[in-house]
């Protein structure tokens, strides 16, 4: 096999997310300002930056004022400032407005593109010299003899299916550094074998998470109002599942539409995909809709352990910055001004200690004296407290914010993990849903077209079985094939081979959730890094 090609910086940063950008941004106006000079380069998976990036979004701009104070002078893509909030529950036919929870109040921020902002965002690092390259998949973490982390390699191209040599192969390159930030996203694959072979999370709750679900509308001028904001709970979901919508109103009559739900829901028959989907065509939904037209569909798993869920966040020669570690602040439905306080941090934490030592303890000692963990922990028992259902989560939930002010002398654990969570398919009946009609709804591969999503067909198989027969023998016999249903994509599909079911893994559908990396009830399913470039093209998301 022929060698790699090597490169050499100070800092490498896996994942141009808000949390990689910012942290390249931070580290260089403190070289800027010392007037030193450190490389650092930032490699992305997806296509450009941006490509990978979907979320609601709205963004609280406070580590933005901190990072770049004078961003409204610079073209920045925050144009949107929200206006009013309203929070409603719904039935299957009405809606009925509750007071707003204190932590969902949106005045001063601003609804955003994520995928847009991030663009920005490199746009200001590489006037600082960062140096950025997308469609470079890091795949492989590199080591040293004693365990210290090197920096990555990304992704050999050109491999053909059964993992040979093509024609136009081409090996991964080596970044090697004296530090590596890790900010690949919530459950990076690159960050989930670290956690493993440094026990980051031993001393830390199972981190549990969401998957988000998002169409970007353009709805007609009389339904579009920019800087509105609603999120919803009830219908679809029983009581006993998380979860909820969010339907933000940008410019130009676009509108962002969402539904996330807890992965630790225990009906092997619900679809993620298809509750977003008949949510849509409640009356208060609807009526919005009409008229206009779906332009773009993502989707992705997100974070919701929260403070008591966060893994150790170093290890020799490197650290977790962002949705990597898990800083989102879910009652409050944020964590874009979270990864980017983290990745600062990150920034000012190895500004001052790259050459004195091997792992850089003082990241993790100044994050638990910032702003960021103090907002975590004031947070911490709002999401563990639906373990107990809907309505007795509502009551706490009041409780800890309005008489305890999120200072209650414990701390509630998680359920465990979300793959444990999934009942057997003979405690549940099918959930019929409705078909989708293609005017308000969709079903999942017509609405994948409109991700951009595109793999090369002929390469290995991102999406790894450990155990070939586990998908029928015990997938399909406990659980019906829950696979076939999480799945926003339509990856996972049950066919007849000689008459016996199997299943087939349609990688080239796959927008990278990671959610069957997720809730595979007996993680079967490894997802790991295709060649660079694959996946979704997200623009406006």
């Known amino acids: 096999m022929t060698n790699r090609e090597m490169m050499e910086y100070d800092v490498v940063v896996v994942g141009a997310g808000p949390s990689g950008l910012s942290a390249a941004i931070k580290l260089k106006q403190l070289t800027k300002e010392a007037n030193k000079d450190l490389s650092v380069c930032v490699i992305e998976k997806g296509s450009e930056v941006g490509a990978h990036i979907v979320s609601g979004a709205v963004i609280e701009t406070k580590a933005l004022d901190e990072l770049i104070p004078d961003w409204k002078s610079k073209n920045s893509p925050l144009k949107t400032e929200a206006k009013d909030d309203k929070f409603l529950y719904l039935t299957e036919t009405k809606s009925y407005q509750l007071p707003t929870p204190p932590q969902m109040h949106n005045k001063g921020n601003y609804i955003i593109s994520l995928s847009d902002f991030t663009k920005w965002l ?40 059964d993992g040979s040599e093509g024609p136009n192969f081409e090996r991964g390159i080596e970044l090697r550094a004296k530090q590596t930030i890790f900010s690949e996203g919530c459950r990076g694959h690159l960050g989930k074998i670290l956690m493993e072979k440094f026990s980051l999370n031993s001393d830390n709750s199972p981190q549990t998470y969401g998957i988000g679900i998002k169409e970007l509308w353009e709805v007609t001028p009389e339904n579009s109002k920019p800087g509105s904001i609603v999120h919803t709970t009830g219908w679809p979901l029983d009581n006993d599942t998380y979860g909820g919508s969010f339907l933000y109103h940008l410019d130009n009559n676009k509108v962002s539409i969402g539904f996330v739900i807890g992965l630790d829901y225990k009906n092997p028959y619900l679809s993620p995909y298809l509750e977003f989907q008949r949510y849509k065509h409640h009356p208060a939904i609807k009526k919005l809709l009409e008229g206009g037209r779906r332009i773009n569909y993502g989707a992705r798993a997100l974070n919701e352990g929260g403070v008591q869920s966060l893994p150790k966040l170093t290890f020799p ?14 009652p409050k439905i944020k964590g874009t001004h979270l990864a980017m306080k983290s990745g600062m941090i990150a920034a000012q934490s190895i500004f001052e200690n790259i050459d004195k030592n091997d792992e850089i303890l003082e990241y993790e000692r100044s994050i638990k004296k910032s702003w960021l963990w103090k907002e975590l922990y004031k947070v911490r028992n709002i999401r563990p407290s639906f373990k107990w259902g809907f309505w007795k989560a509502i009551f706490y939930s009041a409780i800890d914010t309005y008489i305890f002010r999120g200072n209650a002398p414990w701390t509630i654990d998680h359920h465990g993990t979300d793959h444990e969570s999934l009942g057997s398919k003979h405690d549940y009946k099918e959930i019929n849903y409705p078909k989708p009609d293609n005017v308000i709804s969709f079903d999942r591969l017509t609405n994948v077209s409109f991700s951009g999503t595109n793999h090369e067909e002929n390469q290995p198989c991102h999406l790894q079985l450990k155990n070939e027969e586990i998908p029928i023998n015990t997938n399909f016999e406990l659980y019906d094939n829950p696979e076939t249903r999480y799945c926003p994509a339509g990856v996972y599909e049950i066919v007849l081979n000689n008459n016996k079911p199997k299943l087939q893994i349609n990688a080239q559908n796959c927008v990278h959730c990671k959610t069957c990396d997720i809730k595979d009830p007996t993680q079967n399913i490894n997802w790991v890094t295709p060649q660079g470039g694959g996946g979704p093209n997200y623009q406006g998301m």
């Open 317 to 330: 020669g490197g650290m977790l910055t962002g949705c990597e570690a898990g800083f989102l602040n879910v």
């Open 122 to 161: 490199a746009q200001q690092a590489e006037e600082l010299e960062v140096e950025i390259y997308p469609g470079f998949a890091a795949s492989e973490v590199l080591f040293d003899e004693k365990n210290k982390v090197l920096g990555v390699a990304t992704c050999d191209m050109g491999r053909l299916k």
